[in-house]
């Protein structure tokens, strides 16, 4: 596929609407930003992933990802092909693999669920260069940040999923053991926000 231009995951933030999220994508090697409006759903299947935090029971995103797996199948790329009166279109290519042969085929996928999918596989994303034309705009910082992040990381160090904003107090009080459940029950909760920081909290005494 010709004129297209890889992406990685920049940032998430919560957007205007009520319920919606903003997930931004920059090109791996330039300037441009392509911000894509997404549901509270798959923003925090993408923002658990990209934290590494794990569901007690599996999210549609893993129920998916296993059977795939469990099929022999991989995603190679996630491919962002069409932009038509605001929605974006997507494609999730597969590799599907058996004894005696194998075939690529391209499954019309949200972009929003293609991405979280490529993430899981960790492949990369590409973007048509018509969309990035039509709907990315330029940011000069992006000079700043390191270009060798793998496809499907995020550039800048914090991703921000605002479900709940209320800061958590009192972990310098709570032992391991209790935070460990604490951070159970936040993800249980789907409380992802105060999960991560408790998360942070974990990381910080272990380090």
Do not use: W
């Not at 995951?9 to 919560?14: A, E, L």
């Amino acid at each position: 596929m010709s004129n297209r231009v890889e992406m990685v995951i920049r940032n998430i933030v919560p957007a205007h609407s009520h319920g919606a999220y903003t997930l931004y994508l920059k090109e791996l090697n330039g300037n441009r930003i392509l911000p894509i409006i997404i549901g509270g759903f798959e923003a925090q299947a993408i923002a658990m992933e990209l934290e590494d935090m794990k569901p007690t029971r599996p999210m549609t995103h893993d129920l998916f990802s296993h059977a795939l797996r469990e099929f022999d199948i991989t995603i190679t790329e996630i491919n962002i092909q069409q932009l038509d009166e605001g929605i974006y279109y997507a494609g999730i290519t597969c590799l599907c693999v058996n004894d005696s042969s194998s075939k690529l085929v391209v499954l019309d996928a949200r972009t929003s669920d293609a991405i979280a999918m490529g993430i899981k596989f960790r492949c990369p994303m590409y973007c048509a260069e018509k969309i990035l034309n039509e709907a990315a705009y330029s940011d000069e910082r992006s000079d700043d940040y390191e270009e060798d992040e793998l496809p499907g990381q995020l550039v800048d160090d914090l991703i921000e999923p605002q479900a709940n904003t209320q800061e958590p107090s009192g972990f310098a009080k709570l032992s391991l053991e209790e935070l460990e459940q604490l951070l159970e029950d936040a993800i249980n909760d789907e409380e992802y926000a105060k999960a991560a920081k408790i998360r942070d909290e974990i990381k910080r005494r272990s380090a």
